[in-house]
């Protein structure tokens, strides 16, 4: 029930952004303008509401929302969009490609829009995640949509059935791992009830690397770290908690985001305690069955997860009225209602300061403290490590955590061959643009 009243307020706190906003009237119609964006589940049905807002406050602009099965599609579908001539007028992407989407010309730099625009208040962004959308000439090149960082989900009854305190439990990984061990079931068949599961992908595998010390890349930017003994020990541990102790579940594969919620339907089913999942995943867990909790450190390491921002992005290939639109439309998503929406109705972290100020948020997160954690953990979290050689490096990690995770390879191997790619890259990349 305290969960129904929850999502209650938060759909009604978007319906009302309708009547907050007022209708603005275009004589010559509105500028109709596509949106594609990588969401699926309660996620995409949220966006779709917001967009649907948004079109019934004004008649300048119509938004027509694409949907694709992720973000990486997005991504590639936008590649081969500007290569037809034929790109939406704006995009939901990752932080990591703007910086190549900008140099190669295939996003628009907004500050001309933002300088037109009276009432834009750059400031009220929080500022971690608007560092993300400046270019390498310190343009303004997207704004932050929403925040995102890794934390804890889990069942305080298998905890409690197994005698385990959560709050010792998550003071560490190895500790999770030892309170894994002891929740994990096994029967004729093998592991019946995974004592933990992790997420498919490196960001997690990054998250406990980085606590453990470890670094993408020397001082000056032209040495690879990939192969070095925190990142080794690190991913050598959890390979041996998937693979060995068999107390690690890990789903891979399928079609877009198809992993993911098989990992989530896991932890909500009962075939497991618990697992690393986004702050977004709150929109679909029961938090009268579920918990959550920051990230715990690895060993005696204090805890070193990222957050970041997606971003949302206009599109250079669009006509110059479709561009002012995109971003009447991106204004309009970032806005402090509307981001303490979002917020309250997926668990993402709003971007905008003043949003924590508004009644409707303050009063949900009164009701609602779990939706506090990504908040809590943002304030100790690392800022991602944008690959700048074109993602040479970020596919290199990829593969290296795929055959850790999945194929069992020993993690220094694994590493090894990441090692010999990312520098090669760098190697690459210096030759190319030395000053």
Known sequence: MKRQKLYALAGIFLAVLVSCSGRKADPQGPVRIDFWYGLGGKLGETMESIIAAFNESQNGVFVTGVQQSSYQETERQLQAAVAANKVPAAALVRVYVLNTFARRGIIAPLDTYINAHAGFNKEDFVPSFL????????????????????????????FREAGIDPGEAFKSWQSLAAAAAKMTKRDK????????????????MMDIAYSNGARHLSDD??????????????????????????????????????????????????????????????????????????????????????????????????EEAQKEAAFRWMNYFTS????????????YIPVRLSCMETPEYKAYTDLNPHAL?????????????????????????????????????????????????????????????ED
């Open 189 to 204: 068949n093998g592991t019946a009830f995974y004592g933990w599961e992790l997420m498919w992908g490196s960001s997690n």
């Open 131 to 158: 560092s993300y959308c400046y270019s390498e000439r310190d343009e303004i090149i997207a704004l932050p949509a929403y925040g995102t960082t890794q934390i804890l989900y889990y069942r305080p009854d298998a």
């Open 221 to 318: 930017r032209r040495t690879a770290l990939l192969n070095t003994p925190e990142w080794i020990d690190s991913w050598e541990t959890v390979r041996r908690w998937i693979h060995d102790d068999q107390i690690f579940g890990l789903h891979y594969g399928g079609d877009g985001w198809e992993y993911w919620y098989k990992t989530i339907d896991d932890v909500m089913q009962g075939r497991a305690a618990g697992y690393v999942g986004s702050s977004g995943d709150q929109g679909d867990l029961d938090f009268n069955i579920i918990a959550a909790h920051v990230q715990p450190g690895y060993g005696d390491h204090p805890p070193l997860p990222y957050a970041e921002s997606l971003a949302m992005v206009a599109m250079t290939g669009a």
């Open 336 to 347: 402090a209602a509307v981001t303490a929406g979002f917020s309250m109705r997926t668990g």
């Open 373 to 433: 954690v990504p908040l809590k953990q943002a304030e100790f979290s690392r800022k991602s490590f944008l690959d700048f050689t074109g993602g040479k490096i970020d596919t290199a990690i990829e593969d290296a955590c795929d055959l850790v995770q999945i194929e069992n390879i020993p993690a220094a191997a694994a590493l090894e061959e990441a090692q010999r790619i990312a520098q090669a890259a760098l190697d690459e990349y210096w030759a190319e643009n």
